[in-house]
């Protein structure tokens, strides 16, 4: 299971060799034999420790255990785990090259691409871990976000508010994935089910309900903080229902 503390920081490393790598640009030995190792797949085991341990996990020597190397050999392929990060980030942010998947016209797009984050956070729970104000832009970062802004242009809006409503999105999603992952993390460490962990409340709060000191509290009803109510979809098309109502206003302007 990973933990939440310690940020990690995405470009870390040597920027310069990081782009070669993420792009692919540095020079390849002309002769020699053919390496027994892929950048790939170097990368997508990084990516498989972190989900399943955590990215504190994720070292040049636990990763030549995991591909049964020399650890100085995993050194020819990538200088260090900040340079690894980054390609790990980029990896998993790859399109999965169904554009279909975010439906027709920019309100679609971005309900999709907040469904589709969220996802992306509960499969690699790592990336809450993750400093990424500064990224190291790779070709899965970049047709990412050509994808979705082929989508969203139609909007109207100016660019710099474009991207503003790319991270709007982005930050919710961040936010509920964190909850997500805190309660998780709870209920590992306390052995104790959300349930039950309000059930050992139940008395306490009811006499307080029924003391007069909390009346608005006292006058919801039953289901209002129950586990139907879905909170994440209903931010989400809250924050959508605002951009739409933005839009209109400017081409009504």
Known sequence: ?????????????????????????????????KPALTLE????????????????????????????????????????KGELLDLMLDRVQRPTG????????????????????????????????VNQTRPVLGPGALDGMEMVLARIKPMGLTD???????????????GAAR???????????????DSEFWEAQAPVLEKAMTSGRYPVLASLSEDAFGY?????????????DGLEALVARRGGA
Do not use: C
């Open 1 to 33: 299971m990973t933990s939440t503390s310690g940020p990690e920081t995405s470009g870390s490393g040597d920027i310069s060799v990081t782009l070669e790598l993420l792009w692919n640009t540095g020079k390849r030995p002309s002769r020699g034999p």
């Open 98 to 129: 169904d554009e279909g998947a975010l439906g027709e016209g920019w309100r679609a797009a971005l309900e999709a691409l907040g469904r589709e984050t969220l996802a992306l956070y509960r499969r690699h729970p790592w990336l809450l871990q």
């Open 160 to 174: 710099p508010e474009l991207i503003s409503a790319i991270i709007m999105i982005d930050g919710y999603v961040i």
């Open 179 to 193: 909850t997500q992952l805190y309660q998780k993390e709870a209920e590992r460490k306390s052995g104790l089910t």
């Open 41 to 80: 797949r170097i990368v997508e085991a990084a990516i498989q420790i972190a989900d399943s341990e955590g990215l504190e996990a994720v070292s040049m020597r636990r990763l030549s255990k995991e591909l049964g190397t020399g650890t100085m050999s995993l050194y020819r392929y990538v200088p260090g």
């Open 228 to 240: 139907d109510f879905d909170h994440f979809e209903f931010g989400l098309q809250r924050i959508l």
